[in-house]
């Protein structure tokens, strides 16, 4: 019997998420892993009812034709598609985009993306922004800040996502603010972790205040009159272990300055009119408490339109406590 069976042939019926069955065509019987048998034989159990008019067919052992485990199902997703329904938390799907900080790239969510949320079953999508990671070669003076909110509008559009967990991380908040703003009917909710959340007309330059252990810099080091290096790099962003701070370290690249001083233009309201959850990153015993974000997460966690929640941790928690990240990711569906 296999588990996480990857079956690319299925993409083109929209059936397949990563290694979960995502939509499948009435009454087809398509792989499904272990995990999800399991999850299937006990709602069988119950009467074979998935809710939104959905039952099951069918679940058995390795197929003829496919020659690992299937299940056969009928009914409606409560999305009107063809296929499983939401209702049940072991098989519900969620779609996560996920949107980097300064000088990062989409491999900075490695740790938490594949097992602790694609294996739960989940779409998710961890974009870089053009001009960095493996995008690093596309950077111009010209990119900015709405470069890279257009960057994830276009992930939107393309591939027609629709009830959304935004996320994002640091500077990722500027640019899920823009997305917000822009299409808000594509997004259930938005989360920013230890991020900038900016109001209309400001840059994160205007909004960006040292922490208290660091010194104020008017004007950050620039290479080529346009890209700015990261310049902490004696323990980049809260990282103490050792071989992670020098994976990191070699995988970061310069921002184009744009991206930092262009104001971002809001029309309508930003994320103010969308759920949304500022999770804060406390940073660990003994170390200064004020962060550049402390100012954001005082401010969602004093007002009644924020849901707030803390991790102890440095700045990159998704490299250091993955597990911890991915849980309270998982959890912002609930209310959905």
């Not at 069955?21 to 998935?50: C, H, I, W, Y």
């Not at 991206?259 to 009119?273: D, M, V």
């Not at 959850?277 to 408490?289: C, Q």
Request: net charge negative; charged share 20%.
């Amino acid at each position: 019997m296999l588990d996480n069976t990857e079956c690319p042939g299925l993409w083109e019926f929209g059936v397949f998420s990563g290694s979960f069955p995502r939509f499948q065509l009435d009454g087809f019987a398509v792989p499904a892993p272990a995990r999800v048998m399991q999850s299937v034989e006990t709602v069988k159990k119950a009467g074979g009812n998935l809710g939104q008019g959905n039952r099951v067919i069918s679940a058995r052992g390795p197929d003829a034709k496919f020659g690992f485990p299937t299940i056969s199902y009928e009914g409606q997703s409560k999305r009107g598609r063809p296929g499983l329904a939401h209702s049940e938390k072991d098989i519900n799907m969620t779609t996560y985009v996920l949107v980097h900080g300064g000088w990062h790239g989409g491999w900075c969510w490695k740790r938490a993306t594949p097992i602790f949320l694609r294996d739960a079953g989940h779409t998710v999508y961890t974009p870089t922004l053009i001009g960095l990671g493996e995008r690093s070669h596309l950077a111009s003076p010209e990119t900015n800040h709405s470069t890279h909110i257009q960057d994830i509008l276009n992930i939107l559009w393309y591939e027609d996502l629709n009830d959304v967990i935004l996320v994002g991380h640091s500077y990722g908040g500027m640019v899920i603010t823009g997305v917000a703003d822009a299409a808000p009917e594509r997004i259930a909710k938005i989360v920013y972790l230890d991020a900038f959340v900016p109001e209309n007309g400001q840059s994160l330059m205007t909004i960006f205040r040292p922490a208290s252990s660091q010194e104020a810099s008017p004007k950050p080091p620039v290479i080529d009159d346009w890209r700015v290096p990261y310049p902490y790099r004696e323990r980049p962003f809260g990282i103490t272990d050792q071989s992670d701070s020098q994976w990191v370290l070699d995988k970061i690249t310069p921002q184009p300055i744009q991206a930092f001083t262009e104001p971002i233009r809001l029309k309508n309201g930003g994320s103010s009119k969308i759920p949304r959850t500022y999770i804060h990153l406390r940073p660990p015993v003994g170390l200064p408490p004020e962060t550049e974000f402390f100012q954001f997460a005082e401010r969602a966690r004093t007002q009644p339109d924020w849901k707030y929640q803390e991790l102890v941790s440095g700045h990159d928690a998704m490299i250091i406590i993955p597990e911890a990240v991915a849980a309270l990711l998982l959890e912002q569906d609930k209310d959905m």
